[in-house]
């Protein structure tokens, strides 16, 4: 069959609604593109349980402390789940891991700024978690099987992240001066990179144009960035919180908030490995892989006796 052919017949499948599955024929475009985009959103979740991970030791309360354990336990679970949806694909877990600590793979802009106090943790839940919620709810509806499978598990689990974090925030507001002033400060500095979650502006986003075509995405960087800020501002207003933004203002013509314009010459600087804790993070996952590596080791040694035992048996 020419290639033309199979493009035709794909495409035909996509406009049609299917789900792709892995053994499917596929155009190697789509193949790639979403080994780039799952592999890349599964090492942000395992990389995303570094700066929480810092506080575990130090949350303010036995029930905190249970919370974030289990809110990270989680993250770990969906870069398994996205790891194994990418592998469907061809790719290794060792070659992904390789990627990432070659810098040729990105993992998501937000977990390169510091965690600094514990209302840091509240607002990582409740805007970085919760701009996750906006953008996976969306994948949800992605034509890859395997990765639309993981989001609608990971969604049910992001939603109690998001509210244990907006739970921490409320919980402060309503305290002292001094944690009233904590919150805002960690509101202060995590809402702007929470905004360049999203991605760079769709005129500026070079892989959307693919993402529509082949039904990778299903709404736009820019769509989803103004679902979470309409919803957000909202939420800040009722536990008293200020967003960072003067020309944030409700356009009653448009139905959504006007916002001032994004720094991209900060996202681009982070992305490209320049940001606050890039090198932290990036020396700690080699690190922890490492020393992981005689677990790896056993686990394929044991396959193999198994491996080894099963053929014997058969014969
Ligand atoms: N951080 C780092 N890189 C980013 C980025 C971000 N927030 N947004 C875009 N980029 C990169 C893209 O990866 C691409 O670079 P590449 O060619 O080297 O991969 C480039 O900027 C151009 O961006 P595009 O918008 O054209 O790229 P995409 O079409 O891939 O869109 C995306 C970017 C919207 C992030 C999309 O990849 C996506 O939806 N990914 C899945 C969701 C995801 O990865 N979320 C990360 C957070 S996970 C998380 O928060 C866990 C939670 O539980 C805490």
Known sequence: MSTEHIQNAFQQRLDKGDFIEPKDDMPDGYRTHLIRQISQHAHSEVIG????????????????????????QDEG????????????????????????????????NIFNYPALTWADIGAIGWLVDGAAIVNQVSLQRTSFGPYSRAMVRICKEESFHQRQGYEIMAHMMNGTADQKEMAQDAMNRWWWPALMMFGPHDSDSPHSGDAFKWKIKRESNDELRQRFIDKTVQQA?????????????????KNHYDHGEINWNEFHEVIRGNGPCNKQRMEHHIKVHEAGAWVREAAEAYKKKRLNKESLVTI
């Open 77 to 108: 679970g969906h870069g398994l789940y996205l790891y194994s949806a990418a592998e469907t694909l061809g790719i290794t877990r060792s070659e992904m891991i390789q990627q990432l600590h070659s810098g040729k793979a990105k993992y998501s």
């Open 237 to 253: 207003e009722v536990i008293g919180l200020t967003i960072p933004d003067p020309k944030l203002k409700w356009n009653e013509a």
């Open 49 to 72: 349980m570094q700066p929480e991970g810092n506080w575990i030791t130090r949350a303010p309360s036995l029930r905190a402390k249970q919370i974030l354990l289990a809110k990270i």
